[in-house]
């Protein structure tokens, strides 16, 4: 064995031989025409978890999706990451979807029901809590810890679109006219399924006044 090339590792690259080699043999023109470019309808912004693959779950074809993901899904104004992606996938690709998805059973959200130190992912997980802090009354009020936990993941996908509105990328779309809708699903990991949880904003007039940009 190879210094460093694990059964794993070389199983990962013997399967991307593989899938290369399956989708020449079911369209010889396939990467040819991923190379020419990308007009992908759909920016995801999902969590990390590796039991979550965008593509995959709503069927979707390399060149369809863009993604951007990070630890239980946030919309955080400051960071620059979230932000390029956004801007490059609004501005750039004229991407007409922006999906906030979380899902069920996230490490993130349950950390920040905790107060365990984890590590440097302490000080993300604090946005978390912020959302808690803001919901506390509500999700106090359920005593079973499963059903607070799954109020919790939907509870904290609403905020996350709520703060994807306010961005002034989102804004500044929706003031020039730009076809743009932004939606909250969660995954369910037990089944697959997605749930719509009815937080869709195509324009801002469902936001509050204080949150709507002014531009002259």
């Not at 863009?66 to 956004?86: E, G, K, P, T, W």
């Not at 006219?177 to 699903?185: A, D, T």
């Amino acid at each position: 064995m190879e210094h460093g090339h694990d059964d794993f590792y070389k199983k990962i690259l013997d399967n991307n031989k593989i899938w290369s080699e399956t989708k020449l043999a079911n369209d010889p023109q396939y990467f040819q025409k991923l190379v020419a470019g990308q007009s992908p309808p759909l920016l995801w912004i999902g969590c990390s978890d590796s039991r979550v693959p965008a593509n995959e779950v709503i069927g979707a074809m390399p060149g369809e999706v863009f993604v951007h993901r990070n630890i239980a899904n946030m919309v955080v104004h400051s960071d620059m990451n979230m932000l390029s992606v956004l801007d490059y996938a609004v501005n750039v690709l004229k991407v007409q979807h922006v999906i906030v998805s979380g899902h069920y059973g996230c490490g993130g959200v349950k950390a920040a029901m905790g107060n365990s130190s984890i590590g440097i992912i302490d000080n993300w997980i604090r946005h978390i809590k912020d959302v808690y802090r803001h919901n506390h009354e509500y999700l106090n009020a359920i005593e079973d810890f499963n059903e607070r936990f799954d109020a919790f993941v939907e509870i904290n996908v609403k905020e996350q679109v709520y703060d994807l509105a306010k961005t002034s990328i989102v804004q500044t779309a929706w003031k020039r006219g730009q076809q743009l809708c932004i939606h909250g699903w969660v995954y369910g990991l037990g089944d697959g399924i997605v749930k719509d949880l009815g937080v869709n904003f195509c324009d801002n007039n469902d936001l509050g006044e204080v949150d709507r940009l002014i531009f002259q």
